[in-house]
T-cell receptor, first 113, second 115 residues
């Protein structure tokens, strides 16, 4: 069984500040981990993915995430927030044959000018 | 490549009516997934196909729900006798299985409102 916990349903940062969105996972098999972003009334866009290669993963729009097996974490960071980063962010885990995604409940990121 | 396409984008229906949604995946993708997303929640897995075979169904998929993927191309999701609790965003995703795992590409979703 797999599960994802995103700590903080709402995160608010100032423009130019560090963005840190937290994700912890549970998986009985070696996990693949993903971060997706969703804008209002839109589908999900992949930001980055971890598939057992490098533990520090770089994605689009300046985001990166680090896989820490000992902490079962996959936190998403961006050094400097931009107004266009305001959206809902979802962490997801998959593994096993079906490779279906199990999502966290999401974190809404607000950027203050 | 135009990505994953879903139709319609929005559907309002009266309780008790049947509705059908369509998903056109990325053409070379062999896997197709349906997810449901309610307000303020993450998407939840409903079912998936590998080519034309439906290989897994979630317990969320009651007997009022049926999905097909004829010929392994587009897919349809039908909900019979809709209930207010069916109101949600229905997301379709497709992927190509590789040794490095899969990367799912999502459509823009169909938002269903049952009144």
């Amino acid at each position: 069984a797999q599960s994802v916990t995103q700590l903080g349903s709402h995160v608010s940062v100032s423009e130019g500040a560090l963005v840190l969105l937290r994700c912890n996972y549970s998986s009985s098999v070696p996990p693949y981990l993903f971060w997706y972003v969703q804008y209002p009334n839109q589908g999900l866009q992949l930001l980055l993915k971890y598939t057992s290669a490098a533990t520090l993963v770089k994605g689009i729009n300046g985001f990166e995430a680090e896989f820490k097996k000992s902490e079962t974490s996959f936190h998403l960071t961006k050094p400097s927030a931009h107004m266009s980063d305001a959206a809902e962010y979802f962490c997801a885990v998959s593994g096993g044959g079906a490779q279906k995604l199990v999502f966290g409940q999401g974190t809404r990121l607000t950027i203050n000018p | 490549d135009t990505g994953v396409s879903q139709d319609p984008r929005h559907k309002i229906t009266k309780r008790g009516q049947n509705v059908t949604f369509r998903c056109d995946p990325i053409s070379e993708h062999n896997r197709l997934y349906w997810y449901r997303q309610t307000l303020g929640q993450g998407p939840e897995f409903l079912t998936y196909f590998q080519n034309e075979a439906q290989l897994e169904k979630s317990r969320l998929l009651s007997d009022r729900f049926s999905a097909e993927r004829p010929k392994g191309s587009f897919s349809t999701l039908e909900i019979q006798r809709t209930e207010q609790g069916d109101s949600a965003m229905y997301l379709c995703a497709s992927s190509l299985t590789t040794p490095q795992g899969t990367e799912a590409f999502f459509g823009q979703g169909t938002r269903l409102t049952v009144v």
